[in-house]
């Protein structure tokens, strides 16, 4: 293999690897407050994209996608205050498929409004023809793009969870939520700022990875499948291990195209998902326990 073509495969697997790495992170940032494995986070993703494609007719670009973000947060609140606030101790398998409803609810919902067409963003710099020259290999900008506010994000959430009170009052929820609500923290508040958090930021990577891989009704759940793989991968719970799970899966993926046919892509992602249930069921970098969000 050229270096050229191990740079180009090496910049797509990092792509994908950042975008399933927020994917997974939006799961663990509602695990971590509420114990909840959401299996909407796909569709965070696909609102981001489609409903700023919708919206970019009206305003520049950058706005469209700012009112996307806030408006798929807003869905998110809306999620859990209509569908999980009210439950009381609610078992596992229940919100398994309360989330599971409310994914494919969301995906039939976007099917009407949107239609089966494929569309995307524009390019943020230049168009589909435009490159940058990378050790010999061409890389589009826009991927340039992904991995730069991926990375902007997880910094982001360093940042908010280790630096603010409202990030420090909802790691107080995910170490022991009984304790924090004899503190005083409005744990229900907490919860739902999770799910908005986990809305915004899939919202944010549905919008960057648009122009590259275009958006589409359907494609929540893919994405929900390969993030939760990551979030298992990385260890449940654990955030910055699903930045590196996620890096890994991408660049499996990117190199494995070069194995074994295109079609088979998205086994890979299934196979890690069941070997590591069965051999290493806490993920890789994981505890037997899930280690909550300090590891921001």
């Given at each position: 293999?050229?270096?050229?073509l191990?740079?180009?495969y090496?910049?797509?697997?990092?792509?994908?690897?950042?975008?399933?790495?927020?994917?997974?992170?939006?799961?663990?940032?509602?695990?971590?407050?509420?114990?909840?494995?959401?299996?909407?986070?796909?569709?965070?993703?696909?609102?981001?994209?489609?409903?700023?494609?919708?919206?970019?007719?009206?305003?520049?670009?950058?706005?469209?996608?700012?009112?996307?973000?806030?408006?798929?947060?807003?869905?998110?609140?809306?999620?859990?205050?209509?569908?999980?606030?009210?439950?009381?101790?609610?078992?596992?398998?229940?919100?398994?498929?309360?989330?599971?409803?409310?994914?494919?609810?969301?995906?039939?919902?976007?099917?009407?409004?949107?239609?089966?067409?494929?569309?995307?963003l524009?390019?943020?710099?230049?168009?589909?023809?435009?490159?940058?020259?990378i050790?010999?290999?061409?890389?589009?900008?826009?991927?340039?793009?992904?991995?730069?506010?991926?990375?902007?994000?997880?910094?982001?959430?360093s940042?908010?969870?280790?630096?603010?009170?409202?990030?420090?009052?909802?790691?107080?929820?995910?170490?022991?939520?009984?304790?924090?609500?004899?503190?005083?923290?409005?744990?229900?508040?907490?919860?739902?700022?999770?799910?908005?958090?986990?809305?915004?930021?899939?919202?944010?990577?549905?919008?960057?990875?648009?122009?590259?891989t275009?958006?589409?009704?359907?494609?929540?759940?893919?994405?929900?499948?390969?993030?939760?793989?990551?979030?298992?991968?990385?260890?449940?719970?654990?955030?910055?291990?699903?930045?590196?799970?996620?890096?890994?899966?991408?660049?499996?993926?990117?190199?494995?195209?070069?194995?074994?046919?295109?079609?088979?892509?998205?086994?890979?992602?299934?196979?890690?998902?069941?070997?590591?249930?069965?051999v290493?069921?806490?993920?890789?970098?994981g505890?037997?326990?899930?280690?909550?969000?300090?590891?921001?």
């Amino acid at each position: 293999m050229s270096v050229e073509l191990f740079v180009q495969y090496l910049f797509a697997g990092i792509t994908y690897g950042a975008i399933y790495a927020i994917v997974a992170i939006g799961f663990n940032i509602i695990y971590n407050t509420t114990g909840i494995i959401n299996f909407a986070q796909g569709e965070f993703v696909m609102l981001g994209g489609m409903i700023s494609i919708s919206l970019l007719p009206f305003m520049p670009l950058y706005a469209a996608i700012a009112l996307a973000v806030l408006m798929t947060m807003l869905f998110g609140a809306l999620l859990e205050i209509c569908f999980i606030r009210w439950l009381e101790s609610p078992g596992v398998l229940r919100m398994i498929i309360i989330t599971i409803g409310l994914s494919i609810l969301t995906r039939e919902a976007a099917l009407h409004l949107w239609g089966e067409s494929i569309r995307s963003l524009p390019y943020f710099i230049g168009d589909e023809i435009t490159t940058v020259a990378i050790l010999g290999a061409r890389i589009s900008p826009q991927v340039l793009w992904v991995i730069a506010v991926c990375g902007l994000m997880v910094l982001f959430l360093s940042v908010f969870f280790q630096a603010t009170s409202v990030g420090r009052e909802m790691k107080a929820c995910a170490a022991n939520r009984r304790a924090a609500i004899l503190c005083g923290i409005n744990t229900r508040n907490m919860v739902t700022l999770s799910f908005m958090l986990s809305a915004g930021i899939g919202a944010l990577a549905g919008c960057v990875m648009s122009p590259i891989t275009s958006s589409g009704y359907d494609i929540g759940t893919g994405l929900a499948i390969k993030g939760f793989t990551v979030a298992i991968l990385g260890g449940l719970g654990n955030s910055m291990a699903a930045v590196g799970a996620g890096l890994l899966l991408g660049i499996l993926e990117a190199f494995s195209i070069s194995v074994v046919p295109l079609a088979f892509k998205d086994a890979i992602a299934i196979t890690i998902l069941l070997l590591i249930l069965f051999v290493r069921p806490h993920g890789l970098f994981g505890s037997s326990t899930a280690a909550g969000l300090k590891e921001f």
